[in-house]
């Protein structure tokens, strides 16, 4: 059961306007990442993925991550439409962050301009900003998105939204 967009007020947009198939476009919106003192992540170059229901992801070059942080792990998830993804867990000072992004290293061909480039989910971070507004981790655990006051919902990972 699709449930009932939440109304659109101005410089605002619905994920429910958002596309299926999703599609991922590149963005300079400034992205930033830290985490116990440490910037992470910094960056006005991400791409961000659009998917009806779901708020953007955003998707970072290597170059925008604070070298020496990243470990690759042995995890694996596959998506319909984007492909295989590879999980990378973060070293931030004594502290290992487990799978907390995720890339896609051989990305079906309309996702291409995702190779070489890592997502993160932002609950396990300290903060998380799009523009300087701290985010909200999209609920439920699995998903990735990253939910800023100019985006609305509902969104996908509440209770019950599975067959959404």
Request: aromatic share 12%; net charge negative; glycine share 8%.
């Amino acid at each position: 059961m699709r449930p009932s967009p939440d109304p659109v007020g101005p410089d605002q947009e619905s994920v429910w306007r958002y596309p299926r198939p999703p599609i991922a476009e590149r963005s300079d919106r400034h992205i930033r990442i830290e985490h116990r003192g440490v910037v992470v992540a910094d960056t006005r170059a991400a791409i961000r993925t659009l998917e009806t229901s779901h708020p953007p992801s955003w998707y970072l070059t290597p170059d925008a991550i604070a070298p020496d942080l990243l470990r690759r792990s042995d995890r694996r998830s596959f998506c319909e439409w984007k492909g295989e993804a590879t999980y990378w867990h973060l070293l931030v000072g004594d502290v290992l962050l487990r799978d907390v992004g995720w890339s896609y290293p051989d990305p079906a061909p309309p996702f291409a301009v995702l190779r070489d480039h890592i997502a993160f989910y932002a609950a396990p971070f300290d903060r998380c900003t799009v523009d300087g507004e701290p985010v909200i981790p999209q609920p439920g655990g699995f998903y990735g998105g990253w939910i800023t006051s100019d985006v609305v919902g509902p969104f996908k990972g509440v209770p019950d939204s599975m067959g959404w």
